[in-house]
């Protein structure tokens, strides 16, 4: 069973950074692609971020030049770093990794991380 493990959420201020981590407990390479979403209260869940397994990324437009998304293949771990943010980027984030090798287009979801953006 594929385990995904996100960290990083928290406390910020407006204009503020935090980069969260996603590990997978199998190889990065085996799912196609990798992404982050958002959902904020009472708020349907929405793409952020994805990455593809030859490196193809999109961002949602709201986070474009402020979100990046990055991988360290060695690591098994996918990550976002969040700059500029806003009280609007207030959500839980999850990590979703789509299936390439086992159970093709299957999704595992990570358990998610609160981030919080507040003065």
């Known amino acids: 069973q594929v385990q995904l493990v996100e960290s990083g959420g928290g406390l910020v201020q407006p204009g503020g950074s935090l980069k969260l981590a996603c590990v997978t407990s199998?190889?990065?390479?085996?799912?196609?692609?990798m992404g982050w979403y958002r959902q904020a209260p009472g708020k349907q869940r929405e793409l952020v971020a994805t990455?593809?397994?030859?490196?193809?990324?999109n961002y949602v437009g709201s986070v474009k030049g402020r979100f990046t998304i990055s991988r360290d293949n060695a690591k098994n771990t996918v990550y976002l770093q969040m700059n500029s943010l806003k009280p609007e980027d207030t959500a839980d984030y999850y990590c979703?990794?789509?299936?390439?090798?086992?159970?093709?287009?299957?999704?595992?979801w990570g358990q998610g991380t609160q981030v919080t953006v507040s003065s």
């Open positions: 979703k990794a789509t299936d390439f090798l086992v159970q093709r287009g299957y999704e595992y």
């Open positions: 199998r190889n990065i390479l085996s799912f196609n692609p």
């Open positions: 990455m593809s397994r030859n490196g193809i990324i």
